[in-house]
């Protein structure tokens, strides 16, 4: 494991946001869902997909606040433009499990 300096970890932007709206991506590769997640004022509401499909259904997932990295350029998947990275964590078996606040915090507040 190579080290980073504390400044290489304030580049990596890293916000919460709730999903209100998620659907299937049955046009990626890798099962996926599609989300929209609302950032606050600050930085508005942005897309990505997950390949998520193990554990979440995309009905479920609206409401939910989750962790994102909000400062990667976007980046296109299919006919898709994902516009932040969702982070998860493997299970067991390698399906990811979402990352997110175990109390609701405001939106937009940066991960430190």
């Excluded at 999903?19 to 997640?37: D, S």
């Excluded at 997909?49 to 479920?60: G, L, R």
Aim: net charge negative.
């Amino acid at each position: 494991m190579s080290e980073i300096s504390f400044d290489d970890f304030m580049k990596v932007d890293v916000r919460v946001g709730t999903v209100t709206r998620a659907e299937p991506f049955p046009e990626a590769r890798k099962p996926a869902i599609k989300l929209w997640i609302d950032f606050g004022p600050e930085i508005g509401e942005k897309k990505t997909s997950a390949q998520i499909t193990v554990h979440y259904a995309p009905e479920a997932l609206v409401g939910k606040q989750v962790l994102a990295v909000v400062n990667f350029p976007p980046r296109q998947i299919g006919k898709f433009m994902s516009e932040v990275l969702v982070l998860g964590m493997p299970d067991a078996g390698g399906a990811v499990v979402l990352v997110g606040p175990d109390q609701d915090v405001p939106l937009g507040g940066r991960l430190h």
